[in-house]
T-cell receptor, first 112, second 114 residues
């Protein structure tokens, strides 16, 4: 079963705009990670945020984590056509470590 | 530094056959996990190994098994293949497990069962 739900399921924006994706989960976590996947290929690790952190930045990426609401968001600023991909959040649960539980993903299309 | 290597990249098998997939983790990483990705079920955890010991297992039938060698390389085996086993199988490696560090994924093995 999947721990998280992501919304929106699909997002279409113009190049240069910002893209925001949200992830909700159900149980307490050790950390939350975001991944990108291009056309059914391998997952590329983007960023990890620990349960005691509220915000992290990496280049054009900004991730927030609200453990009280059990939710996270991924913001991609100044999007590029190359950002077109599926984005997944994955949680490492406190009650079942050593595995990641993935959300359903957001398909992002950045139009040139 | 070399990434996670999965072989083969593509595989076509017939129902009833068995298959073995291989994963070589990033050097220095001792934890290897396996995931199955299908359009219907998304990404699902299969199992995780650390220092040759299975530490966690997902909800898959016993036809799915795995092992890890002393050099941290891992294999997973699926016996008596069914059509529903067609999927992208992804391997991930991390230093000690996903509770503390990032997991890095290979390109996957796409298995088609006919």
């Amino acid at each position: 079963s999947q721990q998280g739900e992501e919304d929106p399921q699909a997002l279409s924006i113009q190049e240069g705009e910002n893209a925001t994706m949200n992830c909700s989960y159900k149980t307490s976590i050790n950390n939350l990670q975001w991944y990108r996947q291009n056309s059914g290929r391998g997952l590329v690790h983007l960023i990890l945020i620990r349960s005691n952190e509220r915000e992290k930045h990496s280049g054009r990426l900004r991730v927030t984590l609200d453990t009280s609401k059990k939710s996270s968001s991924l913001l991609i600023t100044a999007s590029r056509a190359a950002d077109t991909a599926s984005y997944f959040c994955a949680t490492d649960r406190m009650d079942s470590s050593y595995k990641l539980i993935f959300g359903s993903g957001t398909r992002l299309l950045v139009r040139p | 530094k070399a990434g996670v290597t999965q072989t083969p990249r593509y595989l076509i098998k017939t129902r009833g056959q068995q298959v073995t997939l291989s994963c070589s983790p990033i050097s220095g990483h001792r934890s290897v996990s396996w995931y199955q990705q299908t359009p219907g079920q998304g990404l699902q955890f299969l199992f995780e190994y650390f220092s040759e010991t299975q530490r966690n297992k997902g909800n898959f039938p016993g036809r799915f098994s795995g092992r890890q060698f002393s050099n941290s390389r891992s294999e997973m085996n699926v016996s008596t293949l069914e059509l529903g086993d067609s999927a992208l199988y992804l391997c991930a490696s991390s230093r000690q497990g996903t509770a503390n560090t990032e997991a890095f994924f290979g390109q996957g093995t796409r298995l088609t069962v006919v």
